[in-house]
């Protein structure tokens, strides 16, 4: 599954350009992904590891949403594109009921409990989310019906996919959200719930609703970022497919090079995962003899790698204090 | 003294593998049972599960539980005992299986392999493995928690990759190649010396291959099942239950935790190395596919399951994850037999089993069917899913845990309470 064929442009001007939209366009999923992390680490103390079966299970709903059931159309007329951000907006809502009714299940009985407890939880969750998705997306890819589909515009000599804008547009609105967010009533609750549980209940913020919003939040924030992950350049010609579960494995490196509970550093990783990425699978290509073929791949885990010795909790975490 | 089971006084005596007499009966009993469970003998079929776990097609699964088990005794040094997470468990399994193949392996036009005798490549399995794990410690030190579960997923990944530039060694992707069968040589003559994995005839019995196979991995897994009982009491195995307990404290009291941290990788690869490597000569041939990130879940699931930091529970684990596809496979084959012939619960199970388009029911015995009623496969996994959930949050010391409840219960009956 190699999705980043090696463009070949007319100068190197071009080429580099081309890349340089590429790289951050892959960099704002990255991020997108990171983000939905970052959300329920900062709340639970958790690493959600079903967030990819969570895309997976939200980029169904959209499918279903808008070619199936076709909801959006029956309630409004209009250009078929408001449908679609239409359906945009009910899917990652109703995968965020979905992230509630898991963290009142699952999560909300584990407070307390060792943070490694948690996350194998969600191991767990990923399985089951995964495997009922796998069955509901059925092995034939289904059709998303994105707007733009794959058409491209040029910058000069360079080609670019309205793929890329989109998925840039989304991740700035995403982080603008979540920057507002965190200066609200609830995101201070939330910020302080992070820092010291017991300190948050002691001065009567409800921690288990900060636990349901940021649960809701991220499970929102991954299907939308299954569905962009699943659009032309990146997903097989954008439906939704099996592929969509394993993505969001792709960018936990993101998620540690900036730090499991910073949102600036879910920014920060995602594009500097996604610039590496990018830029090896376009300038070491003629290596790919001895780098294996699909190397760019494997870009990710090493740059976090080396990310980590120079800082152990990544570029904006917050370091565990440790006491005897 | 003597007759006064709970009474210590000396930590000797505490930390003894087998303190009374019982459990050594006990014990040396259920060794008995094990040993001898695939054959055909009077008494120890009519045990329960033993009368069918002896069978040529659960054998095959046992034997690949203690190949499992072996591994998951190791995971169980690093995340029992050290406390340090690891979801790269595979990668170290597959290094092993690697060196296995490249030391034992028949080379051939595009594949490397010294073709040497088992007791060449099975230690050396075990050795690079932990050799990998010291050159990989350095920097899974320097992170802790969760930032290293995600390294080590890390490791999966880098490794799968690995196995694609040198398909000299790797063979092919999604077919793999051949690793060496499971056979005692001298050297490299034409006739092993022992065949574990040939149909034969031993003493003056007949012994099919998996019975073969499984004695002789039995016995390593009781080998290395009662040396990671004794580390756990040893020197070694205290320094990495005070790391594990509190790192700093630890530290202050003297016992250098980089060290001990890098013993414990070390020791955890060993133990996946041989298991990998015996996991794949008993499959045959495996696709590098297959040492991924699913697998390592599996022996997370494995530990937290059974227990973590026990011995047993970690065998229990092994067993639970390895077999539970299978035993939900024959309870839905046994509910559609009995929907099939009618009878008292007829009703019910036909409510869960869809045997065919148009019936309704929850699950589909066609193999082929995918789609809402969901295929056995999916059932299973979601299953196992949902159990590693299930045990989580009502029972966090897993099977071990249930183990001592009952023990305690009729223990102090008529007094339990």
Redesign the interface.
């Known amino acids: 599954m190699d999705i980043f064929p090696v463009l070949l442009a007319a100068n190197g001007l071009d080429t580099f350009v081309q890349t340089l939209i590429k790289a951050l366009a892959l960099g704002s999923l990255y991020a997108l992904l990171a983000l939905g992390f970052v959300l329920i680490y900062k709340a639970t103390q958790t690493?959600n590891f079903a967030q990819g079966a969570l895309a997976l299970a939200g980029t169904w709903l959209l499918s279903m949403i808008f070619m199936d059931w076709e909801i959006p159309g029956r309630l409004i007329g209009g250009p078929g594109w408001i449908h679609w951000i239409i359906a945009l907006v009910l899917a990652s809502a109703a995968t965020g009921v979905i992230g509630l009714v898991i963290e009142r299940l699952?999560i909300r009985?584990?407070i307390g409990?060792p943070?490694?407890?948690m996350?194998?939880?969600t191991?767990?969750?990923?399985?089951?989310i995964r495997?009922?998705a796998?069955?509901?997306v059925?092995?034939t890819p289904r059709v998303l019906g994105i707007p733009w589909g794959t058409e491209t515009f040029q910058i000069g000599g360079a080609m670019v996919a309205w793929s890329y804008i989109a998925a840039i547009a989304m991740a700035a609105v995403a982080f603008m959200a979540t920057w507002r967010f965190f200066k609200t009533r609830t995101g201070v609750a939330m910020r302080a719930t992070a820092f010291d549980q017991e300190a948050a209940l002691a001065q009567g913020i409800s921690v288990g609703r900060i636990f349901a919003i940021a649960w809701a939040a991220g499970a929102a924030l991954a299907a939308i970022s299954g569905i962009f992950a699943s659009m032309p350049p990146w997903g097989p010609a954008g439906m939704a497919s099996r592929d969509g579960a394993f993505f969001a494995?792709r960018a936990?490196?993101a998620?540690?090079l900036g730090g499991?509970d910073s949102a600036i550093g879910a920014l920060a990783g995602g594009l500097i995962i996604g610039f590496a990425e990018v830029f090896a699978g376009q300038y070491l290509a003629s290596y790919t003899g001895v780098?294996?073929?699909?190397?760019q791949?494997?870009v990710p885990?090493?740059v976090?790698?080396i990310g980590?010795?120079v800082r152990?909790?990544?570029m904006f975490g917050t370091e565990?204090v440790?006491?005897? | 003294m003597r007759g006064r089971p709970n009474l210590y006084i000396s930590y000797e005596s505490e930390s003894q593998l087998m303190p009374t007499l019982t459990k050594k009966i006990a014990l040396s009993l259920f060794l008995l049972v094990l040993v001898l469970m695939p054959f055909d003998l009077p008494v120890i079929d009519q045990i329960p599960f033993v009368r069918f776990l002896g069978d040529n097609v659960w054998l095959r699964l046992v034997n690949r539980t203690l190949c499992f088990a072996i591994a998951a005794l190791g995971l169980n040094i690093l995340m029992g005992l050290a406390g340090q997470?690891s979801i790269g468990h595979t990668f170290f399994g597959g290094v092993g299986a690697y060196t296995a193949v490249l030391v034992g392996g028949k080379s051939s036009a595009n594949l490397w392999g010294w073709g040497l005798p088992m007791w060449v490549w099975l230690p050396a399995a075990g050795v690079v493995a932990a050799l990998v794990g010291i050159a990989v410690a350095p920097?899974a030190v320097?992170?802790?928690?969760?930032?290293l579960?995600?390294?080590t997923?890390?490791l999966v990944?880098?490794g799968l990759?690995?196995s694609?530039?040198f398909p000299e060694i790797a063979g092919p992707g999604g077919l793999g190649r051949k690793w060496p069968r499971l056979e005692f040589r001298l050297w490299k003559e034409e006739d092993p010396l022992v065949d574990f994995s040939r149909d034969g005839h031993w003493f003056w019995f007949d012994i099919n291959k998996n019975q073969k196979t499984y004695l002789f991995l039995l016995a390593i897994v009781i080998v290395m099942a009662w040396a990671a009982a004794n580390l756990a009491r040893s020197r070694t195995g205290r320094a990495l239950q005070a790391i594990r307990d509190?790192?700093?404290?630890a530290e202050?009291m003297g016992v250098p935790e980089y060290r001990y941290k890098t013993t414990a990788f070390a020791i955890s690869s060993f133990y996946a190395g041989i298991g990998g490597a015996v996991f794949a000569s008993f499959s045959g041939q495996i696709p590098p596919e297959q040492w991924s990130?699913i697998g390592a879940?599996n022996f997370?699931?494995a530990l937290?399951i059974g227990g973590m930091g026990r011995v047993s529970g970690v065998l229990m684990g092994s067993f639970f994850v390895i077999t539970s596809h299978r035993f939900v496979e024959e309870i839905v084959d046994w509910m559609k037999h009995q929907a099939e012939d009618g009878g008292l619960f007829s009703g019910i199970f036909d409510f869960f089993v869809s045997t065919g388009q148009g019936d309704g029911g929850f699950v589909s015995v066609m193999e082929t069917a995918?789609?809402?009623p969901?295929?056995v496969s999916?059932l299973d996994?979601?299953i196992?899913?949902?159990?590693?959930?299930f045990f989580?949050?009502f029972e966090?010391l897993g099977l071990y845990g249930m183990w001592i409840k009952v023990r305690n219960y009729w223990k102090g009956w008529p007094f339990s309470y």
Do not use: C, K, W
């Open positions: 690493v699952t009985p584990m409990e943070i490694f407890s996350a194998v939880i191991l767990g969750l990923e399985v089951v495997v009922v796998f069955d509901a059925n092995t494995f936990l490196p998620v540690i499991l780098l294996g073929a699909g190397y791949q494997v885990y090493v976090m790698l980590l010795l152990p909790y990544g565990e440790r006491r005897v | 997470i920097a320097r992170v802790r928690g969760l930032y579960g995600i390294v997923l890390g990944f880098i990759h690995l694609r530039v509190r790192d700093i404290a202050i990130l879940v997370v699931a937290l995918l789609g809402y969901l295929p999916a996994e979601i196992f899913g949902l159990l590693i959930i989580l949050l966090p």
